[in-house]
Structure formats: structure tokens, C-alpha cells
């Protein structure tokens, strides 16, 4: 096959690229031996940037056109080549052809969630991704210092760079912003232009240019999302009492809709009847009952043990008609900040004087 192809590369003398794919950015035009014969015809298509390599140094660069490669439109090459055979023999060099049409949808998104702290949720881990543009702006320079010898470099072989170039400077964009989270969705575009500016220098180091930087979400943890979801429905809900009674009249609704499934299954469904009406009941009865107003700032409030269970607060006056009905005695526990535990109710020195009138129990046989 040596032979055969370097027969052919005496015979083809048309140096020409045409692109199928849709992620190669650089693509060397393959010769036996890189020889080009003189007076070869190069193609350069619009879009495409044509470079010739010679002994390891650029050394003509061709925009779109048509050319004849002879030395008066290589005035470099004439300077590189010593030509000792004549201006009609073959000469060594690489050409390299650059893709230089826009390479859209390309991915990036954060490996690893970004910890920030939100004025209302506090600590939180956040993830995003978006997509990228990309565009060779400089073919010297992207040649130099991304491609080098590689004959077909495709965009895959630096996306990962690029893309943990864009996350880096999204998590130190979003973490200086100070943006709560809940106000993130409605500054998508402001962070891609923060993030596009800050890596726009970067991106040309590499002889490249970054366009319509995006990003698609922001996103909380899973179970942070369902903790907003369900305060998001508390919120929908609102009045609970008028919820329960809405519910209880849809479950009857049903009921009356399906009178074959509500007899296979009427002890389910007066079980769930019977507590909807008791719910209802509970939250009627509690947002009838009156609202007592506070205790007076500064009355001691005082918790009595009596027949063994726990009552109270009560301020003194109440305390003192219990004593004065006999429903307190001496013995009562009564307890009230700050006391470390309970006591009888004669030991106290703010009721000793209810007592002092009262005769004291008779002494045990």
C-alpha cells in the first residue's frame, strides 16, 4: 500500500478538506511522505483556515480562496525551502485545515454541588448546567497550544477542560453575587454574562472564542426541593379548617359518584367519614373557642399537682380561693419557676399565709 499511495500522491496535485462531521475543529491533510508537488491547487472553503507546516514551523496561513502553491504566493516557504532541485520538484510540508464555524451545544454543568450560604435556608448545596459556543479565533494560536501534531482534533478532546474552566468561574461568580436561592431563576442571564466575561481571557489563551454561554438550571437537593414543595403547599392550602371541609365533601362526592365501590367498601369509607367530621369539628370548635389573653408580665404562675395530674398556670388569687375551698392543702405539690422541683404548698413562703388562719392537721395516732 506504500507504493500505491505514493504513485497516487505524485498524481493528485488538488489539496482540498470538506467536513461530515459535525465536531472536528482541525483536520491535516494526509500525503504519502507529505509531499505537495508544485503548482498544486489549494482549496480553502468558507469557514475553513488552511495552514502549512514546514520542518516543525508554520509557515504560510491561507483564508478562503483558491490557491496555486508556487513561490510567489509562498513568500515564506521560499525562505524556509533551499529549493535544490528546482522550483518544479515536490516539497515537504503539512497542511492543516481549521474548522472555523461555530460548534454550539456544547455541555457543562458543576460534578460536584457548589456550597453556598442563603440568608434564608442557611447552608445549601446547589448543582447547575447550561450549554456553550464555540468558535477557533486564533488557528496560530490553537495550534501552538492546543493542537500540535494531532491530524484529526476533535471537540470532545478539550470540552472537559473548557468545561471545568466554566464550572470554576460560576462557583466563584455565584458565590460572590449573594443571590438567595429562591431568586437565582429570575438572574439566569445576568450570571451567564458574569460568567462569559470572566472566562472571555482565558478562552482567547487558548486561541479560542466562547458565544452564548447559558444556563438551563440551578437546582437544590432533592430532598431540599420536596421540604419547598411541601411548604409551597401549606402555602396553597391556607385556611386548614376550610381544606378538611373541602375534602370531606370531595371524599362524598366520590362516595355518591361510586355506590358499587362504596358498599364493597363502607366500613373503609365511614371510618374516613367519621374522622373527617371529627377534624372538622376539632379546628371548628378551635377557631370558635375565644382567645384568653396572656398572663400579667411578672405574676408568678404557679402548677398544681391535684389527684395525681398536672393543672395550671394559675396566678396567686386562684391560688388562693383552691386554698380557701379546701381543694389545696397543706400537702398539695405546686410547683413554679424557677423551683427545682416540687414542694408541698405549706412550704412555700408566698402561700404560708393563706395557711396561717387554718388549723393544722391532726397529729397521726
Not at 491547487?41 to 496561513?61: F, H, K, P, Y
Not at 479560542?208 to 438550571?217: H, M, Q, S, Y
Not at 371541609?245 to 365511614?270: D, I
Amino acid at each position: 500500500m506504500g507504493l500505491i499511495d505514493k504513485i497516487l500522491g505524485e498524481f493528485v496535485d488538488v489539496i482540498e478538506w470538506t467536513d461530515s462531521s459535525t465536531d472536528t475543529m482541525v483536520y491535516r491533510f494526509e500525503r504519502y511522505g507529505n509531499e505537495i508537488k508544485y503548482g498544486a491547487m489549494l482549496t480553502v472553503r468558507e469557514s475553513q483556515t488552511a495552514i502549512l507546516v514546514n520542518e516543525g514551523r508554520i509557515a504560510d496561513v491561507y483564508q478562503p480562496g483558491l490557491y496555486k502553491l508556487e513561490t510567489n504566493n509562498m513568500p515564506i516557504m521560499t525562505t524556509l525551502e533551499s529549493w535544490p532541485h528546482g522550483f518544479n520538484s515536490p516539497f515537504k510540508a503539512e497542511v492543516y485545515f481549521f474548522n472555523m464555524r461555530r460548534f454550539t451545544d456544547l455541555k457543562w454543568g458543576t460534578k460536584n454541588p457548589v456550597m453556598l450560604r442563603d440568608k434564608e435556608f442557611g447552608p445549601v448545596r446547589l448543582r447547575a448546567y447550561g450549554t456553550y459556543a464555540l468558535k477557533i479565533k486564533n488557528p496560530e494560536v490553537f495550534s501552538k497550544e492546543i493542537v500540535g501534531t494531532n491530524g484529526h482534533f476533535r471537540t470532545g478532546e478539550i470540552s472537559d477542560q473548557l468545561r471545568n474552566l466554566i464550572t470554576s468561574r460560576f462557583s466563584s461568580i455565584i458565590g460572590e453575587a449573594n443571590i438567595p436561592v429562591l431568586d437565582l431563576a429570575g438572574n439566569y442571564d445576568d450570571l451567564s454574562n458574569f460568567v462569559s466575561t470572566r472566562i472571555t481571557p482565558e478562552f482567547l489563551e487558548y486561541g479560542l472564542e466562547v458565544g452564548n454561554l447559558l444556563i438551563e438550571n440551578i437546582s437544590l437537593p432533592e430532598e431540599v426541593e420536596k421540604a419547598l414543595d411541601k411548604r409551597t403547599s401549606m402555602g396553597v392550602i391556607g385556611n386548614l379548617n376550610d381544606y378538611t371541609k373541602f375534602q370531606a365533601a370531595e371524599a362524598m362526592k366520590a362516595a355518591a359518584e361510586n355506590p358499587s365501590g362504596a358498599a364493597s367498601a363502607g366500613v373503609g369509607m365511614g371510618m374516613g367519614f367519621g374522622m373527617a367530621n371529627e377534624m372538622t369539628k376539632a379546628y371548628a370548635d378551635a377557631g370558635n373557642k375565644p382567645a384568653s389573653p396572656p398572663p400579667v408580665p411578672g405574676q408568678t404562675q404557679f402548677y398544681v399537682a391535684i389527684h395525681g395530674e398536672e393543672s395550671g398556670p394559675f396566678d396567686v388569687a386562684i391560688i388562693k380561693q383552691k386554698i380557701q375551698s379546701g381543694e389545696i392543702t397543706r400537702e398539695t405539690l405546686i410547683w413554679h419557676d424557677p423551683m427545682p422541683e416540687w414542694m408541698a404548698a405549706e412550704k412555700l413562703d408566698n402561700l404560708i399565709g393563706y395557711f396561717s388562719k387554718m388549723p393544722p392537721p391532726l397529729p397521726h395516732s
